[in-house]
């Protein structure tokens, strides 16, 4: 069986503080392969199918605001339980509540956002990777 893969987005406030090689340094590190990695800015249409199912939700126009706000770096990466493995490098999501030694817990700011900046995206299970996949390296 192939390794798995996931989905990782370094998103537009990650990139604008010069995290982006801290972000890959940290997922290699692990012992994660980058088998894509590609710049772009997402326009609103890509945005709203890889946020879909958070439509309606109070924070959804912020996010699709922020995450149009400049360009993201998406990545493939590749590797055993690499899904589960990320998530757990990246921390919770609230960059406050994130442990230290996270990349969001070490990094990640929230005060005073009406969203919450917190650098990385991860794909929360093989389902939503093979589907985010296909989205962001069409
Ligand atoms: P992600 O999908 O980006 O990996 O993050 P996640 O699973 O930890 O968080 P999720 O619940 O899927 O939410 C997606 C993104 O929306 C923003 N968010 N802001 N109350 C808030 O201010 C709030 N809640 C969610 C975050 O950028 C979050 O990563
Ligand atoms: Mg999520």
Known sequence: MSAEQTLILVKP??????LTGEILRRIEAKGYAVTGLRMLSADRELLAAHYAEHAGK????????????????????????????????AGTTDPTAAAPGTIRGDLG????????????????????AAREL???FA
């Open 13 to 18: 406030d990650g990139v604008a503080r010069g």
């Open 58 to 89: 109070p924070f959804y126009e912020p996010l699709i605001d922020f995450m149009s706000s400049g360009p993201t770096v998406a990545i493939r990466a590749e590797g055993d339980r690499v899904i589960e493995g990320f998530r757990s490098l």
């Open 109 to 128: 700011r929230d005060w005073g956002l009406k969203v919450q900046q917190n650098l990385v995206h991860g794909s929360d299970s093989p389902e939503s």
């Open 134 to 136: 296909a989205l962001w």
